[in-house]
């Protein structure tokens, strides 16, 4: 029995090499689908709190943390953007008193999108 241990040892590894290798080359053959919802990139540039999406909790953004801009609200008297930041991968309400904490990077943003703001001007004067 011990003579055979060490092949086993061997044929059980290479099966779940074998496994494991498959696995990385199906996750990383596969193209990654953007979210198109939220198309436009910024960044904050100091700490600010935002509210998370539907709920009256508070979700930090740290400073330097990217996040992914969606539909922009105008048209209330609480002006808000949706957004996903990195840090916690939630989606979230930054309320436009935030937004000059905030700095676009255009070169970021989903390929074939035109006619953004350049700015954190999301909504337009008026």
């Known amino acids: 029995m011990r003579r055979w241990l060490p092949s086993i040892i061997l044929a059980v590894a290479a099966l779940l090499c074998g496994i494991t290798i498959g696995v990385w080359r199906k996750a990383t053959s596969q ?6 919802d939220f198309y436009v990139m910024a960044i904050a540039t100091r700490p600010v709190n935002a509210t998370a999406y539907g709920t009256t909790s508070k979700v930090p953004i740290k400073a330097w943390e990217r996040c992914a801009l969606g539909l ?3 048209d209330k008297q609480r002006r808000a953007v949706e957004a996903i930041c990195l840090g916690s ?7 436009e008193s935030s937004w000059p ?3 676009r990077i255009p070169d970021e943003d989903l390929p074939g999108i035109s006619g953004q703001p350049k700015d954190m ?6």
């Open 121 to 126: 001007h999301l909504c337009p004067a008026g």
């Open 31 to 36: 193209p990654a689908i953007p979210n198109v």
């Open 101 to 103: 904490a905030f700095r």
């Open 72 to 74: 922009v609200t105008c």
């Open 89 to 95: 991968g939630a989606t979230v309400l930054i309320e």
